[in-house]
Structures are given as C-alpha cells and as structure tokens.
C-alpha cells in the first residue's frame, strides 16, 4: 500500500531531568544524539517548557543534523503566535502544534480566531495542528466535538487522549457515547501524541500490571487516529507525526523520596515501537476496510 510513512518524533520537555537516575542531565548535544540513534526523525519544543533551549543555541545544535523540528506553543492572542512564529523560523520548524487559550461560548467566534491564526501561520510557511489539551479551547470531546462542527476542515487536530482520559474521568470501558465523540476527534487526526493515562492520572509509568488495559485502549486510539490520518492523506507523501511527550515532574508520578516511579527514557522508545506497531496495523486495517474507522 502506498502512502506516507511514520515520522518519530520525541518532545525536548520529555528529555528533561534525564537520564533516570543518572549524575547529570543530558547535554543539549547529547539530547540530539540519542534521538539521532534511537530511530527518531525529529523533535519538538514546547515553548513552556522550563528547559526550552534558546532557538539560536538549538540551531546551531541542529546544523549537520538530519533532524526535523516542530514547535508546541500555547497561543492565546496573535502576541503568543507570533513568539511561536519567529522561534519556529530561528529552528527550521515548518509544523506548529497550537494550545489555544481563548475562550468563548461561541464556538463560531472561536472558529474565527484560529482560522486567522492558521491564515497567519500558512503565510509564514508553517502548518498549523490543533492539540486536544486541559484548559483549552479543546478542553474535554463535547466542545471539541462542538467547535469541530463549524471549524474550517482544513484544521486538523493534534491528538492527545491522555488529557481527555484524566480531565473528563473517562472510565473503562468507555462509555458508548463518549466514544461517539472520540470517535469524530480521531476522525479529524493530522498527528498523534503518545502518552498513556488513567482517568486520574495524566501520565503513567509503563508496564505495571494495573495499566495494562489503559495501555492496551490507547494503542487502539492510535490505531483509529492513524486510519484516519491515512485516509485523510490519501496519496500525499508528507509524514504522519507520532511525537512522544512524557513530561518531568509533575507530568512524571514520583515516590516519597523525589524520585520518579519509571525510566521516561525506556518508556519513550516503548512508545516508540507501539506506534510504529499502531501505525503499520492502521495501514492494513485501512486496506481490509476502507470505509470507517472504528
């Protein structure tokens, strides 16, 4: 089958704090040598992010590098955007995934700013995702569903069901109509995010016997949202984004002592071949079945 390929991409924010129980943390440099070794495309930035590098420093990294980057902003006015913009020139970004803080029981007027932002970002020659994020305008599926209904199609989302599972308490198994609504989110998939939570906890570590049917419901989640991303796709060559994003504390659960629960860095490249594992079944569930992506 032909089509776009999986593109690895891994979060510098989940780069921080490690190596697990190391001396040290990683170097910048060494940072980009272990995505580089480790089957990654590219990274990105998450303009929040307590460590973010400054763009000229994380340029010059970068120069040699077969590394693509993308940029993670929260933009709640055209201010915020335009700082996201002009980091995402300094580094080559050409992808920009958009938290958006404006809120409004309209979602026409919402739709109208992030149709102008997306105006704005196509202009500077930087395509524009939306994330599905806590304390956003895609806060919880009913008003993303809502504001999806009048949105120009051409915006696509950036998936993260993690936050859905914690801040709307979605329980297992998931309810007939909050899968409904999953369902139209997965629909409008243009990249997935990969972290695994608990209707309590918006991070988990990897492997422990009580997550394993969390684990399993998220891997089936990007099975769906990769079905779709393929068939929004169709023949365009563009990588489909995967980017794993397990955040330091207070994202990471830690002990009485400080000390995080799990290796981020393991469960990174666990992720990493679930969504390779995810990606190549969405491709052969689209040649079964090309209509539904259930």
Do not use: K
């Amino acid at each position: 089958m032909s089509g776009p390929r999986l593109e690895l991409f891994n979060s510098l924010w989940a780069m921080e704090d490690l190596p697990y129980g190391g001396d040290r943390p990683w170097r910048l440099d060494e940072q980009l040598d272990l995505l580089e070794h480790n089957g990654f495309d590219g990274l990105a930035v998450d303009l929040g992010a307590r460590l973010r590098p400054e763009a000229a420093r994380l340029a010059a990294e970068l120069r040699g590098r077969a590394l693509r980057t993308a940029v993670f902003a929260f933009v709640g006015d055209d201010a915020d955007l335009d700082t996201a913009l002009r980091y995402a020139h300094l580094v080559d970004a050409d992808r920009m995934v958009v938290c958006g803080r404006v809120f409004d029981d309209d979602p026409r007027r919402v739709a109208a700013v992030l149709e102008h932002w997306q105006r704005r970002c196509a202009a500077a020659g930087v395509a524009m995702q939306l994330e599905t994020h806590r304390h956003t305008l895609t806060e919880d599926p009913r008003r993303t569903v809502a504001l999806l209904e009048v949105l120009d199609p051409s915006i696509r989302l950036a998936v993260d069901l993690s936050h859905y599972v914690c801040g709307s308490e979605i329980p297992l198994p998931v309810p007939p109509e909050l899968d409904a609504l999953l369902n139209v989110v997965l629909a409008r998939a243009e990249s997935v995010q990969g972290r695994v939570a608990t209707r309590c906890q918006v991070q988990i570590p990897l492997g422990f016997p009580q997550h394993r049917e969390w684990e399993e419901q998220f891997s089936h989640w990007w099975i769906r949202a990769f079905t779709a991303v393929l068939r929004h796709r169709g023949s365009d060559p563009e990588p489909v984004l995967f980017c794993t994003e397990l955040g330091t504390t207070p994202y990471a659960i830690t002990g009485r002592d400080g000390r995080e629960l799990s290796d981020r860095w393991a469960d990174t490249l666990t992720l990493r071949d679930r969504a390779v594992a995810a990606f190549a079944a969405a491709r052969d569930r689209l040649a079964l079945t090309p209509g539904g992506i259930s």
